[in-house]
């Protein structure tokens, strides 16, 4: 779990210096799919990993717009400020809290019944979801998009035998 949470922190770093060379313009462009473009993914990748991390601790969700967050530096500084948090969670992981149940009431009255660590894994599979999206964005405006490639990362040390 920890792993994968690293591998999307260290790839959202790696689309964060990508974005410095591409205009306003194009990090603000509408485009097809997703949630609108390229900040706006970024942005949103953010809030939906600290919204969820928030609902799993009894704490209230992020409820401010892109509209408040439409910059790259912006959308760094909010990252900088929720990863502290969802990294000590993140951390303090445990085989205990795979199967916790997640309670997680629907709008139509009725409640589903979630695992956490069903909650977790959605986390990490919707930023690898959006980046998938920003990998053929960048293609459109002729720039080569950040590697999704995890072996390399460095992540995971290999234990040699002597």
Not at 69 to 89: C, I, M, S
Not at 98 to 123: C, I, K
Not at 150 to 156: F, Y
Request: hydrophobic share 40%.
């Amino acid at each position: 779990m920890q792993t994968m949470f690293r591998y999307n922190w260290l790839v959202r770093e790696e689309w964060y210096r990508w974005c410095e060379d591409v205009s306003v313009e194009e990090l603000q462009r509408t485009r097809t799919g997703g949630v609108g473009g390229i900040l706006h993914t970024l942005f949103h990748i953010i809030d939906v990993e600290w919204s969820w991390i928030q609902e799993l601790q009894g704490k209230s969700g992020f409820q401010e717009s892109f509209e408040s967050y439409n910059g790259l530096e912006k959308v760094r500084k909010l990252d900088a400020a929720f990863r502290p948090e969802v990294e000590e969670f993140v951390q303090s992981w445990e085989l205990s809290m795979e199967t916790r149940p997640f309670f997680d009431p629907r709008p139509n009255g009725t409640m589903d019944v979630d695992a956490w660590g069903e909650v977790m894994r959605h986390v990490i599979a919707h930023q690898i979801h959006h980046v998938g999206q920003l990998s053929v964005w960048a293609r459109e405006i002729g720039k080569k998009p950040v590697s999704a490639n995890l072996v390399g990362k460095g992540l995971i040390n290999p234990q040699l035998l002597s």
